[in-house]
């Protein structure tokens, strides 16, 4: 059974950086592409930033672009993703998710239909 559990959430005030971590069990970690998701209150859940088998590609949506950086390293079995110059409007609960399929680009990664795997998410709340 694949278990995946996020790390890391807190309270930081506006420009502060936070690093997110993402430990993934029950499979072959090096097989799974891997994205963040982030979920506002009163709000859909939506994508930020993917990464794909090895690390090689990674995608991001635009309103994090150039602040939050996603990496894997497949030794550790974890995910990560910092989190730099953060704004209020980052304030959200993060979820990571895991999936096995290893074609599409970022149309297809962006989607959580096309994620089985997903943590209970941690909190992140940026001060202003």
């Known amino acids: 059974q694949v278990q995946v559990v996020e790390s890391g959430g807190g309270l930081v005030q506006a420009g502060g950086s936070l690093r997110l971590s993402c430990a993934v069990s029950g499979g072959t970690f090096s097989r799974y592409r891997l994205a963040w998701f982030r979920q506002a209150p009163g709000k859909e859940r939506e994508f930020i930033a993917a990464i794909t088998l090895g690390g090689r590609t990674t995608y991001y949506t635009d309103s994090v672009k150039g602040r939050f950086t996603i990496s894997r390293e497949d030794a550790k079995n974890t995910l990560y993703l910092q989190m730099n110059s953060l704004k209020p409007e980052d304030t959200a609960v993060y979820y990571c998710?895991?999936?096995?399929?290893?074609?599409?680009?970022?149309?297809?990664?962006?989607?959580?239909?096309?994620?089985?795997?997903w943590g209970q998410g941690t909190q992140v709340t940026v001060s202003s």
């Open positions: 998710a895991a999936g096995t399929t290893a074609y599409g680009g970022y149309d297809y990664y962006k989607l959580l239909r096309n994620y089985p795997y």
